[in-house]
Nanobody
Framework: VQLQASGGGMVPPGGSLRLSCGAS????????VGWFRQAPGRERSFVGA????????YYADSVKGRFTISRDRAKNTVDLLMNSLKPEDTAVYFC????????????????????WGQGTQVTVSS
């Protein structure tokens, strides 16, 4: 499965961005998808994830209430809507996928996912 993350850019604090994760597989809707981010000099960290059914979503505490993950089955994508962005949200954002049942615990583990996109840069700055 080849993943492609897009939608990054530069926005001022308080702004919004929508990232999109697309896949080469037609059955991408059968995959659980996670979003992670990595800031310069820091380890990759969990942002959020969604089960393949879409009925369960998990978020890091730092983004709860500001970020929303959703599936667009018509477009074969998983989107990450980011509102009220802060400078500390600045990072390269990656999407990852796995064809397995997602739980709160496993969703946050990078090594649980089998496929990764190349990342898209998000910069929050005035």
């Amino acid at each position: 499965v080849q993943l492609q993350a897009s939608g990054g850019g530069m926005v001022p604090p308080g702004g919004s961005l929508r990232l999109s994760c697309g896949a080469s597989e037609s059955d991408f809707s059968m995959y659980a998808v996670g979003w992670f981010r990595q800031a310069p000099g820091r380890e990759r960290s969990f942002v959020g994830a969604i089960r393949w059914t879409g009925e369960m979503k998990y978020y890091a505490d730092s983004v709860k209430g500001r970020f929303t993950i959703s599936r667009d089955r018509a477009k074969n994508t998983v989107d990450l809507l980011m509102n009220s962005l802060k400078p500390e949200d600045t990072a390269v954002y990656f999407c990852a996928a796995v064809r397995a049942h997602l739980t709160l615990e496993t969703s946050q583990k990078a090594d649980f996912y089998d496929y990764w996109g190349q990342g898209t840069q998000v910069t929050v700055s005035s």
